[in-house]
C-alpha cells in the first residue's frame, strides 16, 4: 500500500459525459501529479500540484482540468468524453526535493 | 523539449543479468527514476540517481552519466516475478516526465 488512495476504481461512462476523479495524497505530501496511461503505452503527464497550486502543467487537453484542495487532496475532472479517453489515471505524490513519487492504484476510465 | 528513449521489449532468461537503457534528453534536470510497473497495476519505485554513478539495491541497480544523457537498470539473478515494464523517468524542474518503458519478460 503506498498510502495514495484513488477512488474510483473503476468507471464506465458515456461519450460527451463528465466525470471526477479524486486522489488522496500520502499524509504530509504537498505534491500530486495526474497521469494517463492508455493502453500499452507509457504514463502521460498531465498537471501537476504543489499546496494548492498549479506547478506544471504537461500534455493536458483544455476539456481536463484540476484542482487541489486546502486539505491537499486532488481532483482531476474530464468532460466532453470521448472513446480516445478511455484509459488508467493515475496519480502520485511527493513529499521533498528528493523523493521519489508514490503512485495511487489508479482510476479505470472506459467510455462507450 | 523532452525527449526520453528506451527500447520497447527485451526477454531474458531466469538466473541471468539484463541492462536496461534510457537516454533522455530534457530542459531540465533535477534527476533519475526508475519504476517498475505490472499490468495493470501502479508503478513502485525502484531506484534514485542524481549524480553520476552506480546506486546498488539488492538485486537492482542504476547507473547515470549527466554529460551523456544516459542511464541504465541492471537486473541480476532475474526472477520470473521480474517480468514487467520498466519506466525510466527524469525529474525536469517540477515535472515528472516518464518514458514509454521496456517491457521486460523473463523466461524459464
Known amino acids: 500500500d503506498s498510502g495514495v488512495t484513488q477512488t474510483p476504481k473503476h468507471l464506465i461512462t458515456a461519450t460527451g459525459q463528465r466525470v471526477t476523479l479524486r486522489c488522496s495524497p500520502r499524509?504530509?505530501?504537498?505534491?500530486v501529479y495526474w497521469y494517463q496511461q492508455s493502453l500499452d503505452q507509457g504514463l502521460q503527464f498531465l498537471i501537476q500540484y504543489y499546496n494548492g497550486e498549479e506547478r506544471a502543467k504537461g500534455n493536458i487537453l483544455e476539456r481536463f482540468s484540476a484542482q487541489q484542495f486546502p486539505d491537499l487532496h486532488s481532483e482531476l475532472n474530464l468532460s466532453s468524453l470521448e472513446l480516445g479517453d478511455s484509459a488508467l489515471y493515475f496519480c502520485?505524490?511527493?513529499?521533498?526535493?528528493?523523493?521519489?513519487?508514490?503512485f495511487g492504484q489508479g482510476t479505470r476510465l472506459t467510455v462507450v | 523539449g523532452q525527449n526520453i528513449d528506451q527500447p520497447t521489449e527485451m526477454t531474458a532468461t531466469e538466473g541471468a543479468i539484463v541492462q536496461i537503457n534510457c537516454t533522455y534528453q530534457t530542459s531540465g534536470f533535477n534527476g533519475l527514476f526508475w519504476y517498475q510497473q505490472h499490468a495493470g497495476e501502479a508503478p513502485t519505485f525502484l531506484s534514485y540517481n542524481v549524480l553520476d554513478g552506480l546506486e546498488e539495491k539488492g538485486r537492482f541497480s542504476s547507473f547515470l552519466s549527466r554529460s551523456k544523457g544516459y542511464s541504465y537498470l541492471l537486473l541480476k539473478e532475474l526472477q520470473m516475478k521480474d517480468s514487467a515494464s520498466y519506466l525510466c523517468a527524469v525529474k525536469d524542474t517540477d515535472k515528472l516526465i516518464f518514458g514509454t518503458g521496456t517491457r521486460l519478460q523473463v523466461f524459464p
Open positions: 499524509s504530509g505530501d504537498l505534491s
Open positions: 502520485a505524490s511527493r513529499g521533498g526535493v528528493d523523493t521519489e513519487a508514490f
